[in-house]
């Protein structure tokens, strides 16, 4: 009985301290969303301050550029101004990086009118690296289903779950990497289309009906999907330690990401993987001649053949003249005393 009477007064007790922390607890929510309310206030004072600055400059930069005939003080002047124009411009890429953006016309029509900008460097690096274990993981998943599939399955249902897992894991890369471009990483040109191109060609796979066309097809699909899962995957390991590398010496940003591919900064440590991804691109160009060359077979009636036959083309095309456009530049680039460290 005791015992009881000692546990209920505890639970008086500590409720009493609970009703207390409760009153602070209001109080500060209160302030919290005070400040909250004073933070967008700000955000959309700064966002409009930077675009009137910035509409003023593209002015005064025109009008510079079509009066040439000013005298020579104006001329100092000038050129004073178009330095700070330029530095300016520079810091608000530094200001408009913590503040919200718009997230563009795909996020918009994905996501609905919602902002996808992470004012945190620390929010923006773990995302970052989510991102990336994201493919790691998936890139193995898809090694050991193509293995499978090439070399235990050889049933049509694992066939479409593999092509739905392929469907599915281009469209999440990429919405994420749309998402990290919008947070300040840096991936331009054909690897962003690349994954718009693969999300098509996954989704055409994917509605493939079985049939002896899809058959005599159906290996050298699975073997290339082995191929280029393990290509990826060394990859995906020795750019992650080449983008460490460069951004301790601080030639790269911290927001930049592994590719699919070839970019200039793997140009020093990661030349002998172009071999491996040359391969990879024929291999593409093996595809679409197979399936050019299926779709006159008498078997063949489904569109899906001389479809896939011509994205496997554009793939092919798109990976191996711009690879080899980074290469041609990269060797441009370089001094007589790189050239002659190499040879």
Same mark, same amino acid.
């Given at each position: 009985?005791?015992?009881?009477?000692?546990?209920?007064?505890?639970?008086?007790?500590?409720?009493?301290?609970?009703?207390?922390?409760?009153?602070?607890?209001?109080?500060?929510?209160?302030?919290?969303?005070?400040?909250?309310?004073?933070?967008?206030?700000?955000?959309?004072?700064?966002?409009?301050?930077?675009?009137?600055?910035?509409?003023?400059?593209?002015?005064?930069?025109?009008?510079?550029?079509?009066?040439?005939?000013?005298?020579?003080?104006?001329?100092?002047?000038?050129?004073?101004?178009?330095?700070?124009?330029?530095? @300016? @411009?520079?810091?608000?890429?530094?200001?408009?990086?913590?503040?919200?953006?718009?997230?563009?016309?795909?996020?918009?029509?994905?996501?609905?009118?919602?902002?996808?900008?992470?004012?945190?460097?620390?929010?923006?690096?773990?995302?970052?690296?989510?991102?990336?274990?994201?493919?790691?993981?998936?890139?193995?998943?898809?090694?050991?289903?193509?293995?499978?599939?090439?070399?235990?399955?050889?049933?049509?249902?694992?066939?479409?779950?593999?092509?739905?897992?392929?469907?599915?894991?281009?469209?999440?890369?990429?919405?994420?990497?749309?998402?990290?471009?919008?947070?300040?990483?840096?991936? @331009?040109?054909?690897?962003?289309?690349?994954?718009?191109?693969?999300?098509?060609?996954?989704?055409?796979?994917?509605?493939?009906?079985?049939?002896?066309?899809?058959?005599?097809?159906?290996?050298?699909?699975?073997?290339?999907?082995?191929?280029?899962?393990?290509?990826?995957?060394?990859?995906?390991?020795?750019?992650?330690?080449?983008?460490?590398?460069?951004?301790?010496?601080?030639?790269?940003?911290?927001?930049?990401?592994?590719?699919?591919?070839?970019?200039?900064?793997?140009?020093?440590?990661?030349?002998?993987?172009?071999?491996?991804?040359?391969?990879?691109?024929?291999?593409?160009?093996?595809?679409?001649?197979?399936?050019?060359?299926?779709?006159?077979?008498?078997?063949?009636?489904?569109?899906?053949?001389?479809?896939?036959?011509?994205?496997?083309?554009?793939?092919?095309?798109?990976?191996?003249?711009?690879?080899?456009?980074?290469?041609?530049?990269?060797?441009?680039?370089?001094?007589?005393?790189?050239?002659?460290?190499?040879?």
């Amino acid at each position: 009985m005791k015992r009881s009477m000692s546990l209920v007064a505890d639970c008086l007790d500590d409720w009493n301290t609970l009703d207390k922390e409760y009153n602070t607890l209001e109080v500060e929510f209160e302030e919290y969303r005070k400040k909250l309310d004073d933070l967008y206030v700000l955000q959309e004072k700064c966002m409009k301050m930077i675009s009137h600055q910035k509409k003023r400059y593209t002015y005064f930069t025109e009008t510079f550029k079509n009066n040439d005939d000013v005298m020579q003080d104006d001329q100092e002047a000038i050129s004073h101004i178009q330095e700070q124009i330029s530095q @300016r @411009r520079k810091n608000f890429k530094q200001m408009e990086d913590n503040l919200p953006r718009n997230s563009g016309k795909l996020l918009s029509a994905i996501l609905g009118p919602m902002s996808v900008s992470l004012l945190k460097k620390q929010e923006r690096f773990k995302y970052k690296d989510d991102y990336e274990k994201f493919k790691f993981i998936c890139t193995i998943i898809m090694l050991i289903f193509s293995f499978a599939n090439r070399f235990v399955l050889e049933a049509r249902f694992s066939d479409a779950l593999y092509h739905f897992l392929l469907l599915w894991y281009y469209c999440t890369v990429t919405i994420r990497e749309t998402i990290l471009r919008h947070n300040g990483s840096r991936i @331009r040109g054909w690897w962003v289309f690349h994954h718009y191109i693969s999300c098509v060609l996954s989704g055409v796979l994917l509605i493939w009906p079985d049939g002896p066309v899809y058959q005599l097809f159906r290996n050298q699909f699975m073997t290339f999907s082995l191929y280029l899962s393990l290509v990826q995957l060394l990859q995906y390991y020795y750019q992650r330690g080449c983008l460490y590398r460069l951004r301790a010496l601080g030639e790269r940003g911290n927001m930049d990401i592994t590719v699919e591919g070839f970019q200039t900064w793997m140009w020093r440590g990661l030349t002998f993987l172009l071999p491996f991804l040359f391969f990879g691109h024929f291999f593409q160009l093996y595809n679409a001649y197979t399936l050019y060359q299926l779709s006159f077979h008498n078997d063949c009636v489904e569109w899906q053949v001389p479809v896939s036959g011509l994205i496997f083309f554009v793939l092919f095309a798109g990976n191996f003249v711009t690879t080899v456009i980074v290469v041609l530049n990269k060797i441009n680039q370089q001094s007589p005393k790189e050239k002659t460290k190499e040879l």
